[in-house]
């Protein structure tokens, strides 16, 4: 249904379909044709007085009114008057049938029309013509990343992003357990930052997870991923008890290396520690992640 405001001169609308209803929403009489040169003079013009509603003959797909105030206009392809309401009860002819409806429905929303509807908030050449398979957002589905939705293996380590700091505080100097699954071995300093925790160590200090294990885990591969960025001359590398050591290059950015494990003995209890440690400068880590395997998959933060 379209509606329009009349200013006193003669109106051309569009219609799509043989039938076109009108009704008069003024308070003033109005009148209408299927031609131009409205003249109530003229017998293929019909007037139509304030609060009622005619049928018009539309064989062009145009209609002609004239006069002041609000008039609605609704079109289609059978004889019908769509602003007569519909009788009471449970039978009886003259209201509007669904076939009716989707008939007059389906001729209105022409091509024309909606574009000139989407004209009022866009451009037709800002629309595209398709989306790409990921719906035009490459980098989330469903409001998860891509790095969330790839397949990642367990994280065997408490604690991993050191969300967890039940003792409450904010630096931890000499030997003592700090954010919860890790302690200080020697007496250095460990800072918790906003994205992880701050290290500054001498003489090869350690900050070290202990993983007591059974005899499950033994004689089988895992692979260690630490993200971390240096601060000064610092001089550092990541362990494990089975002597497997990486040093751990400078870097003033965020940056994530790997390297496997072979834990092929078991201990007495069988532990596994995790240990960083350096001789001078600092360290920040922001996050790491020991699996089972020889390939590092994605990490992704525990909810704490």
């Known amino acids: 249904m379209a509606q329009f405001t009349l200013d006193g001169s003669e109106k051309r609308i569009e219609v799509y379909g043989m039938y076109t209803s009108i009704k008069n929403n003024g308070d003033s009489v109005m009148y209408a044709s299927p031609e131009p040169g409205v003249d109530p003079a003229k017998e ?17 797909e145009e209609v002609f009114v ?5 008039v609605a206009v609704l079109s289609g392809n059978k004889e019908f008057n769509f602003f007569k309401p519909a009788p009471k009860g449970g039978g009886g002819g003259g209201g509007v049938t669904q076939q009716q409806l989707s008939d007059t429905l389906k ?15 866009a451009e037709k050449s800002d629309i595209p013509a398709s989306l790409p398979a990921n719906g035009g957002n490459a980098d989330t589905v469903g409001g998860k990343s891509a790095e969330e939705l790839t397949q990642s293996n367990p994280n065997l380590l408490i604690n991993p992003d050191f969300k967890i700091n039940q003792r409450g505080k904010s630096e931890y100097v000499g030997i003592m357990k700090t954010v919860d699954g890790w302690e200080n071995i ?7 930052v906003s994205d992880g925790v701050k290290l500054i160590c001498e003489n090869n200090q350690g900050f070290v997870q202990y993983l007591n294990w059974d005899s499950s885990y033994v004689g089988k591969s895992y692979t260690l991923t630490i993200c971390y960025k240096t601060e000064g001359e610092a001089n ?9 050591r990486m040093r751990l290059e400078n870097s003033n950015a965020f940056t994530t290396v790997s390297f ?9 209890p069988n532990v596994l520690f995790i240990a960083i440690s350096g001789f001078s400068g600092a360290i920040y880590i922001k996050w790491m992640k020991l699996e089972e395997g020889s390939a590092a998959t994605s990490f992704i933060p525990p909810d704490p």
Not at 46 to 59: A, F, L, N, R
Request: no cysteine; proline share 5%.
């Open 44 to 60: 293929t013009v019909t007037p139509i007085q304030p609060g009622e509603s005619v049928v018009i003959h539309t064989d062009y």
């Open 236 to 244: 550092y590398s990541v362990s494990a008890i089975n002597g497997s």
């Open 107 to 121: 001729a209105y929303a022409t091509n024309a029309s909606v574009d000139t509807k989407l004209e009022d908030y």
């Open 66 to 70: 004239l006069g002041t105030g609000d």
């Open 260 to 268: 496997s494990i072979n834990y092929e003995t078991a201990g007495d």
């Open 186 to 192: 020697h007496p250095l300093k460990t800072y918790v």
